[in-house]
């Protein structure tokens, strides 16, 4: 099947800045969209930002402007640089992707990762 693993997830200070990275592997014919997920304590889980497989890219409205998602495809990776970090992004974040496990995409599925602390705090 597919496993995705998360890093990158941390402490920093009000301000700062931290890359996560989420790589996918197993049987994979192809990537679809990839995206990131967060869930702070006593909160549901919401929608930070996706990267399609045809680039098209959203973010949600509370990190727009200061949180840039990429992807390369080669290695099945998927990136989310966060600047300016506040108190709020505070949360559990999970990788999560679309993704074609056989031939022509007749078998396809979402898989998510097990989630990368994020800590914002001074």
């Known amino acids: 099947q597919v496993q995705l693993v998360e890093s990158g997830g941390g402490l920093v200070q009000p301000g700062g800045s931290l890359r996560l990275s989420c790589t996918a592997s197993g049987t994979i014919w192809s990537a679809n969209s990839l995206g990131w997920y967060r869930q702070a304590p006593g909160k549901e889980r919401e929608f930070v930002a996706v990267?399609?497989?045809?680039?098209?890219?959203h973010y949600s409205d509370s990190v727009k402007g200061r949180f840039t998602i990429s992807r390369d495809n080669t290695n099945n990776t998927v990136y989310l640089q966060m600047n300016s970090l506040k108190p709020e992004d505070t949360a559990l974040y999970y990788c999560?992707?679309?993704?074609?496990?056989?031939?022509?995409?007749?078998?396809?599925?979402?898989?998510w990762g097990q989630g990368t602390q994020v800590t914002v705090s001074s």
């Open positions: 999560n992707a679309d993704i074609c496990t056989s031939e022509w995409c007749r078998e396809r599925a979402d898989y």
């Open positions: 990267n399609t497989a045809s680039g098209t890219i």
